[in-house]
């Protein structure tokens, strides 16, 4: 323990992380530095550690922002301790408000080698009155030793078919104008937040986010890790700018919780990676914290090829007689899992609204679904189904059999979203109808694999049995990862893949569960690569699986392109692989075995970007995974402009490289020219083709 008397900062981490807090007695505590590096020469913090909105305190100014709340003003220093929790080093730091009686602890837990930490803040009531939370913050900081004018904000928007479209955009770039604070003697009202509400998570905007300063190369990088509604908010200070990271708020959610004498409440957890290296440098420590957040599970080390017979390919409609060539092809090519995806419960042609019981369909295979799971298993290859366990159709059986406490309601009306009923996981018979579908598909039917999707969003929440409707969707959420936990718990080798609409919940709440994660459903090839290019910015290479979907009536380049789509990361394949010709089920079998030899390193790899950030309609992509002295290389051209393009790789300045091609190898090859002195690849590639792509492999010394 150390006390104000004491200290007047609190210095805490290992050697790739400091935390520096202010604690002085006279003002609120506040982060004076997060970085890789000691910085106690920043100027003191004036941006208090938490901000808490509470009924009847309100903001110390009006402003529509997490920044000055009364109560946060007023949280002054009571103490903080410092634990070890398995391969977690913590911190606690402990704030009270003496006017309310409520106090704060902000907790901070890191792994020794790795520039970032997780974060929560719990405020627990000691006063003598209940008191109505409205917001509080995971984490609120200054972002110390820059200039608004030299910072840039990194962030994205996100949607169906065009996931993680990424931008670096100045912050005084439209985004927080100059307005003279100083000649005004006041903090600012404005900010700029994103924000996400309901259940999918990534729907609109992603909870990742990061600021860098273009002079000095600080960065930070951020992540909420929830499942729900969330919120972040970059605004200006007259000290600079600074940061605020939240779960669901009453302004944004219809959240507010009453908080009686004695009770507590934890805020969902955020994590912050740190760098003095630019954002790839922040990528890379973000990278290296997610390794740590994810559950440890053994697909972690075998990440298998996945087979599914969706995209492209059966689209939802599986019969035995169209899976087992499927079955056989998909083996021969490499593949260690095959999943069915929608459709295989369906007697009928419309399932939509029907779905719940979650029972093998009669009609599709007549043999029973038994036959071609074990065809499945007999070539190798573990079985997988499309499962979207949180809804229950309006026409489905189950509607009627589950008490409509076990549903999302509002008003005492099952909420109705694209005619299903969302399941309320708070709910134990909601829990154990779930519970009961898992364990009867893995122990009876032997299926080792669920795609776990979620196609609906229920809005706001439910109002049954809860403070507010924000409050009801929030314990729902983490029902829901309960849940999750609960199937791993019983069936440890099961494999989970995370798909909500492609990746509409595509956070670290769920992917620290999940073994991989969809990426998109972008059906179109030529638009696919932007949406896997960007997405180990939010997710790691080894988790975040890209759709592979070839067909026999593509040319060659455009073959080669989808295929090279889904090389670095997770090899996800799709397509009439029972249809194609022999020269085309040997360029996938030679992707897969290139796969393979990147998979070997795939989890200690860091993602860069040769070319940038990806632009939703650039002519040329690009993204690498490094991993020691080797670097995948993939490179798509998408028209436009033949080429040559150039790429930068920095870490490769100064040094010999070997280049070689890897996928595909039949092709013409790309004319390559590499710059020793700048570390400049410049490709010219194929004239002929439009659409063309070449994976190649980077070896240094």
């Known amino acids: 323990m150390i006390s104000t008397e004491q200290a007047t900062t609190v210095t805490w981490g290992h050697p790739a992380l400091e935390l520096v807090v202010d604690v002085a007695p006279d003002g609120p505590a506040g982060v004076r530095s997060l970085a890789g590096k000691s910085a106690h020469d920043h100027p003191r913090a ?14 110390a100014r009006a402003s529509h922002r997490f920044s000055e709340t009364a109560v946060g003003r007023r949280l002054g220093y009571t103490g903080s301790t410092r634990g070890v929790d398995g391969k977690w080093l913590e911190l606690h730091v402990d704030l009270r408000d003496e006017r309310t009686g409520l106090t704060t602890r902000t907790s901070f837990r890191s792994v020794t080698g790795v520039a970032a930490c997780q974060i929560t803040t719990t405020v627990t009531n000691h006063g003598p009155a209940p008191v109505l939370l409205q917001g509080v913050t995971s984490f609120a900081a200054g972002f110390p030793g820059a200039r608004v004018e030299d910072v840039d904000l990194v962030r994205a928007d996100s949607e169906w078919l065009g996931e993680g479209r990424w931008s670096r955009r100045p912050l005084r770039d439209d985004v927080l104008p100059d307005l003279n604070l100083g000649l005004h003697g006041q903090d600012g009202r404005g900010r700029f937040a994103a924000v996400s509400s309901g259940t999918w998570s990534t729907g609109i905007h992603l909870p990742t986010g990061g ?9 930070w990088l951020w992540q909420v ?6 919120r972040w908010e970059v605004g200006e200070r007259r000290d600079g700018a600074y940061l605020a990271l939240l779960g669901p708020t009453d302004i944004d959610h219809q959240w ?34 997610r390794r740590e957040l994810v559950r440890p599970h053994p697909d972690r080390s075998a990440l298998p090829v996945v087979f599914n017979d969706y995209m492209n390919t059966l689209m939802g409609d599986p019969t035995t007689a169209k899976l087992l060539p499927l079955v ?30 979650w029972q093998p369909s009669e009609t599709r295979f007549p043999g029973g679904l038994g036959e ?13 189904l499309w499962l979207e366990p949180e809804v229950i159709g309006v026409r489905s059986p189950m509607a009627d059999k589950l008490p409509d406490a076990a549903f999302l309601q509002r008003g005492g009306v099952r909420l109705v979203e694209h005619d299903r009923y969302v399941l309320d996981l708070r709910h134990p018979s909601a829990v154990a109808h779930l519970d009961g579908v898992v364990d009867r598909l893995v122990e009876d039917l032997g299926v080792g694999y669920f795609k776990l999707d979620y196609n609906v969003d229920p809005g706001a929440g439910t109002d049954l049995g809860t403070d507010s409707v924000g409050a009801g969707l929030l314990g729902h959420n983490r029902a829901h990862l309960a849940w999750l936990d609960g199937v791993l718990d019983r069936h440890p080798a099961l494999i989970l893949e995370n798909c909500a609409s492609g990746a509409m919940r595509m956070d670290y709440a769920m992917l620290a569960r999940m073994q991989l994660q969809s990426t998109s459903d972008q059906q179109d090839y030529l638009r696919y690569p932007p949406i896997a290019v960007a ?16 067909q026999p009536d593509m040319p060659a380049e455009d073959f080669a392109y989808t295929v090279c789509t889904g090389l670095l990361g997770r090899l996800y394949l799709s397509g009439r692989l029972d249809l194609m010709s022999a020269e085309q089920q040997a360029s996938v079998r030679a992707a897969v075995a290139v796969h393979r030899e990147i998979r070997s390193g795939l989890t200690a790899t860091v993602p860069l970007w040769p070319l940038g950030l990806p632009g939703w309609s650039d002519p040329w992509l690009s993204l690498a995974l490094r991993s020691g002295n080797v670097t995948h290389l993939a490179v798509w051209r998408r028209g436009g402009d033949p080429g040559p393009v150039t790429l930068s790789l920095p870490h490769l300045r100064s040094q010999h490289v070997h280049i070689e091609v890897r996928y595909p190898r039949e092709l013409p090859a790309w004319t390559v020219e590499w710059d020793t002195a700048t570390g400049s690849l410049t490709l010219t590639p194929t004239p002929h083709a439009t659409a063309s792509a070449r994976l190649f492999r980077i070896v240094a010394g």
């Not at 004498?261 to 790839?280: I, K, Y």
């Not at 071609?372 to 997988?384: D, K």
């Open 535 to 550: 997405a180990p910015l939010s997710v790691l290479p080894e988790q975040a699986a890209s759709w592979a979907y070839p």
């Open 46 to 59: 004036g941006q208090p550690l938490v901000e808490l909105l509470v009924a009847g305190e309100g903001r």
């Open 256 to 289: 507010h919780q009453s908080l009686r004498p004695g009770e507590s409440f934890t805020t969902v957890p955020v994590s912050v990676a740190v760098s003095e290296s630019g954002l790839d440098g922040a990528v890379a420590a973000l990278t290296a914290h």
């Open 372 to 384: 071609v799971l074990t065809r499945i298993r007999a070539r190798g290859m573990v079985p997988g």
């Open 211 to 219: 600021l860098t300063d273009r002079r000095t190369g600080r960065t």
């Open 328 to 357: 056989d092809a998909a083996a021969a090519a490499g593949a260690k899992v095959f999943c069915i995806d929608a459709g295989w419960y369906d007697n009928g042609s419309s399932w939509w609204d029907s779905v719940g019981e």
């Open 225 to 230: 890790e929830h499942n729900g509604a969330w």
